[in-house]
Every structure is written in C-alpha cells, then in structure tokens.
C-alpha cells in the first residue's frame, strides 16, 4: 500500500534529491511540495498526506512552528466541539544540528541528515509504515484527538527542545583516539584535516597522518567532534573547515574542497550542502 507524502523544504536541490530517492525506495506517492512553513500548514490541511518530511531551518515558520500551529489549530477545533484532524507522521530533515537529531530520536520521531542517504531515506520510510499500523490498530474506531499517539510523540519533542540548548549537550573530548597501525594516538580534533568513509571504515586524515576510528557511523564520529569546526560536506566526508585550502568550483554549479593535508585531497561538496557552504564563506 502507498504512503501519502508531502516534502517541505527551502531548497529546490534538496528536494529533488528527496524525492530522487523516494523513487528509488517505491511505495511512496509525493502528493505535493513546498518550500516553506506557511505552506507546509496549508498543503497539511489540504491533502492530509500520511507523512511529511519536514526541514529544520527555512526562513518564516521552521519545521517546529510548522508543528505547534498545527496542534495549535487541533486544540481550537477540540474546543469549539469539532473533531480534530489527524496529524501525519513527521521526518524532520537537518544539515548539521547534532542536538537536535539526538532529541529525534530519542523521542522516537524520525529524521534525515542532509546530504540524504538511500539507505537511510528507506528506513525512514519503514519506520514510518510501522508506525501508521501500530497508530491504526490504536485507534481503530476512535476519533483523532490531541491527545493521539503522534500528538504525544510531538508534544514530548517540542519540549525536549524547548529547554536550554546546554541542558542536552555532552561537552566533546578534547582528543580523539585514532589507530594507525599497531598504534593508539591521542590527537586534538583541530589537528584532524577530514574523516572519510569506505566501505564501513572510517578514515582520519591529518597533515602528518592517516588511521581509522573506531566509530562505525560518521554520525557517531560527529557526535564527538565539535559541530563550529566540523561540517559534513557529502555523504562520505567530514571536513574540518579550519583546513580547507581552497574552494573549487565545480561543474553545473557545485563545488569541490581541496584540503591542506599532505595530499591536498579534494573532497565534493553535495548538491544539498552547497547552500551551507555559501553561508560558511559568504561565496
């Protein structure tokens, strides 16, 4: 069976990406876009999709207002005697808020970090199916009410992340350890050029050398780095902007970073973090 979908977000690319990889998984019908919260609010209203993946950061209403206005509308319906209408499941999409992508998931709503990945957009999609039938079998028979299983999850977040933001965060090591052959090194994380990933493996550059970590994700290795100096460019790198030599324009209006490490290895910027990477440099 099909899921109803809708994809708001301020990036046209980000979009098309999205959407890209919904193909790619099957089973998922995009109803409609929209590129900010206003129109998240009306194109809810409208087509009642089963699922919204809903950006973080755009201009206006964000992702959370998008949510509080909806609830808002349910709670003034609930009170005038109406039935309330029910809320899609939500997946929140973020560039590069690490705290934030913790809370969602504890609070067991989902999310994607940009740059999307296939295999992570699929799991996505199945948490959400199991999440509709475990609603469904809930509340088989019953009107939706604020007080629905979503509306809880979304209640729970909201509060989550309406307390002080150092409330949640763990202070990052100041060190890493990284293995280069036989050996354990203790390094600062300024002196980490970039991370890469290959097949499960993940790569610590430096100026002086390269070895592995013993994370498993690059999301594990970013929780430990500190997000003002470390940026997840594409997919597979981590850069440290700190050791970025130079930004190369690329074709069809991407870019590429070469790296001051020994190599000057260029690393691609993806098409979803070239927004990001104008604002870090003002290009």
Not at 9 to 16: K, T, V, Y
Not at 255 to 263: A, E, G, T
């Amino acid at each position: 069976m099909s899921i109803s979908a809708l994809i708001i977000d301020d990036e046209q690319l980000a979009r098309d990406e999205l959407r890209y990889l919904l193909d790619q998984v099957g089973g998922v019908d995009v109803v409609a876009q929209g590129s900010n919260g206003i129109e998240a609010v009306d194109l809810i209203e409208e087509h009642h999709p089963d699922l919204v993946f809903l950006d973080v950061q755009m201009p206006g209403l964000d992702g959370f207002a998008v949510i509080q206005r909806l609830m808002e509308r349910n709670r003034q319906r609930t009170s005038k005697g109406q039935d309330a209408e029910p809320l899609p499941q939500i997946v929140f999409a973020t560039a590069y808020d690490q705290y934030a992508v913790r809370a969602f998931d504890v609070n067991a709503v989902d999310y994607l970090l940009k740059p999307f990945d296939r295999i992570r957009v699929q799991q996505a999609v199945d948490r959400v199916r199991s999440r509709i039938a475990v609603d469904a079998s809930n509340v088989a028979g019953a009107s939706p009410t604020p007080d629905s299983p979503i509306e809880s999850q979304l209640d729970a977040l909201l509060r989550l992340l309406n307390r002080p933001q150092g409330a949640s965060r763990t202070p990052q090591p100041a060190k890493l350890i990284v293995q280069a052959q036989s050996r354990l090194l203790l390094i600062d994380q300024a002196e980490i050029c970039y991370a890469a990933i290959d097949e499960g493996v993940i790569r610590i550059v430096t100026q002086n050398f390269e070895g592995q970590s013993k994370c498993r994700t690059l999301e594990e290795l970013l929780e430990l780095l500190d997000p003002a100096l470390f940026w997840r460019a594409h997919r597979g790198f981590v850069v440290n902007i700190n050791h970025i030599r130079e930004v190369v324009p690329w074709f069809k209006s991407s870019y590429q970073l070469r790296m001051n490490d020994k190599k000057q290895t260029e690393i691609p910027v993806s098409r979803s973090q070239t927004k990001r990477l104008r604002e870090l440099f003002n290009l």
